[in-house]
Structure formats: C-alpha cells, structure tokens
C-alpha cells in the first residue's frame, strides 16, 4: 500500500496527532508556507479539514509586522483577516502570542509584504479581545509611535490562563497600572519588563499579594531601590535577572534582604564607581543560591589602584557551599581578589570567567594548577579573554592547568574537569594556539583517555 493510500485509511483524530509533531520546536510559531500548519493545508482537501480541525495546531502565534508570508496561492490579501482566521481556528484554547516590532520605514525583502499602521492596530485589538485565552505572551512594540500598556492589554481585565508575559516597549505610567494587571493574572509565574522604576511603598500588602505569584523575573532597567522592593515582595521567586541603573534620586534602603532565590543575574547598564550587582550582593541573604551571573559595563579607565574593588568573597559565606556555577563578565578586581573571590565558593562546578583590561588570566591558570583546593570540583571552565584588554597566557601554563584539574583535589581519579573552552577575538591567534595544544601529547591524552573536551576559538581541539 502506497503511503498516500495509508494515510488516506488513518482516523482523522489520529492525523491530527500526527500533524502536532510536524510544528516548529518553539513557543511561537511564525505562519510560514514551508512549514506547519500551513504547509499541511495545501496538501489535499482532506489534509486542510484535519488541519483546520485541530486546534492545537493554531493556538501559537508569532505576528512580525514586518515580516508577513502567506501561501503563495493564498486569495487573501488582507492581514487582519488572515490572522483573525489564524486564532479563530484554535477555538478556545489558551494561547501562546508574540507580537513583534510594528511597521517601520524602509524596504522589507521581496518574499515579505509589511503590514500597515492601521492593519497593526486592528490585529493589536483582536489579539487584545482573546485575553481571556493569553498563556504565554510576549509583546514587542518598537516603531515610529509609542503605546501604552493600555492600548495592548485590557485595564481590570481577567486572565485567567495567563502563565508568563513578556512585555518590551510598552509604557507603564504607573505602578497601580502594572498592580491592576497582576490582579487579574491569578496563575502568572513568570513576568519580563524593559524597565521599573517605582517603589512599592505606598501600595502595602496589596502589592506583596500580588507579586508573591511570581517565581521568575526579569528586567532590562530597574532603579537600585526598587530591585530591592521586588526581592522583598516577590517572595517566591526562584529564578531573577536585574540590569541595574542608579537610584535618580536618594532612596530609604533597608540593611538587608532575603531571598529563596536559585538564579540570580546581576548587570550593570553602566559602569558605576559603587559596581551596582556587589552593593546588592552585599545587601542580600541567599541562603539557596545555586547560580550567580554578574556583568559589569566596560570602564577602560579603570584601574586597580584609583578604583579598587573588594569582590565578594567578605559575604559570600551565605552561598559558598551550594553555588553551583558562577560567571564573571568584566568584573573590576585584581587577580589577587578573583581569587580570593573563587576561593569563596568552592562548591562551584561550572565557571564563566571574562576578565576586565589589564588583567593576567595567565594568574588564574597558574593559581588553578598549583592549588587544587582552589575550586575543588570544577567540572566546566570557559575563559573569554579580549585581544586588545588581555595577553594570553603560554600554551604550557594552559596544559599544566588541563592536567592538574584532570584530577580531583583529593587526587583520585573521580571526575575532574571535564569541558574547557577558551574564546579569543583573534582567528589567527585561535589557529596558532589550538596548532600548539595539539602538538602537546599531554593534551591529546586529556582528550583520549579522560575524555575531555578542549575547545579553542570556535573549533574542538
């Protein structure tokens, strides 16, 4: 029997599992002749019934206004049509809905067709109608005229399916705006902002009610004091990103905060005499932190004599025994204090190390194969080092380090370090160094006979 004829023989209900597992792995679908669902609809007759039967195939959405395909044979020619069919054909399903940047000026590629103001507006208020489905929603809003959140979600309204929502160019004007919204969102978890600068003072247990749904947060500028009131309120979050700006004006700070986070990445968004992400370390108790993520800004006049930064090794008592990976982007600190920083949290397994201008990684090296007690169980250690900021370090003084994390502190042979990857800016100096490693046999057995991975640049060794 022909594959055609067998397919003809399945029951539609399973057709329709089968055609759930030819959608795009993502949580948003972007429609898309060449793929599911559409693709499926141009088939025969009876593949597009079993499509447009199923539900579940159109119950995710990515809406670029941008960049808007239809079938070549479709006999729409209007977009809010064709996205209003779209969601009508996932019936009352919650939804999963990304609406991206609205028309800007400017060609588009030949296989895109804009959509217009007007269009982008009506498609906005259908998609603003089906709140009541929301499951996971992420709204990008860049263009040549600013909305507030009201314009894109309803004021006092009920969403009672919402479980994340990701918000970027959308204007709070105020805190009651972002409060009454969580309100009505009973089963959110997880909320992403461009930015919060309010302070929760004024809105009592009220605010912690609401806020203590959440388990991860997000923002891409939040004032000091305020990123201290969502650790305060936020009582159940496990997983937080802050990219942090300083206070405009002077604020009431408490001494301390605690927090039952796991995940916890700190940036600044500018470089910053009081290095924002240590004064909130500082601050914080977090006694079940098992991740920590710290970015600070380039500062090329920084240097350790004018400016010297403690670290974090003098309050990092709190996590030292169960932080499990650590990342340092530009952290302003003198060899001497990284390491006395890595001392901090021997229970580390994965580390991520960028070093800031006018630092020897090489020191680190040397340190790492000289004292195993240093990091004990490091398992996954990447370095990024700059071209014009940092010199590397001889090829040996990297091997020694290979071989000496190969084995445990203790010297059994359990597992040691398992994954090393070095990233350098320079693809010739990436040739010359990952020639050399290879020519050294210590190396080659590493890979061998213990099975290390060893990635230089942008290539395996």
Known sequence: MSASGLTLRLPPELMSEIFLYCLPDTDFVAPDPATAPLILCGICQRWTDISLATPKLWSSLHLNFNRFRKAPDSSETDAVEFFSRWIRNARNLPLSIELCPPPREGPTPADNTPICKEDAREVVSMVRERAAQWRNVHFEWSGNYPI????????E????????????????????HLCELLGGMDVLHELHLDDFHFRFNALGLLTVHQWAKLTTFSCKSIQFSPCIDVLQFALNLVNCTFHLEADIEEADIPDSVSSNLSVLSLRENRANDRALPLALLRLSTLPSLKRLLLHFEEDLVWSPQAHPVPGFSPFAAQ???????????????????????LASVPSVVKLTLHPPPIFQIGEIFRQLSSDLGLLPNLMFFHA?????????????DIVDMLCARARRADGSTGIGLRSFRLSYLSDSDYIIMREQIKEDSRAQRLKVEKGMEIQIGALDL
């Open 148 to 155: 507030i959140v009201h314009d894109i979600i309803p004021a």
């Open 157 to 176: 309204g009920r969403f009672p399916r919402l479980q994340k929502l990701d918000i970027k160019g959308v204007r709070f004007w105020k805190l009651s």
């Open 319 to 341: 996590f030292s025994h169960q932080l499990s990976e650590l990342s340092l982007h530009l952290m302003r600190v003198t060899e001497e204090t990284l390491v006395e920083c």
């Open 384 to 396: 990024e080092v700059r071209r014009e900021w940092n010199d590397l370090p001889p090829v040996w």
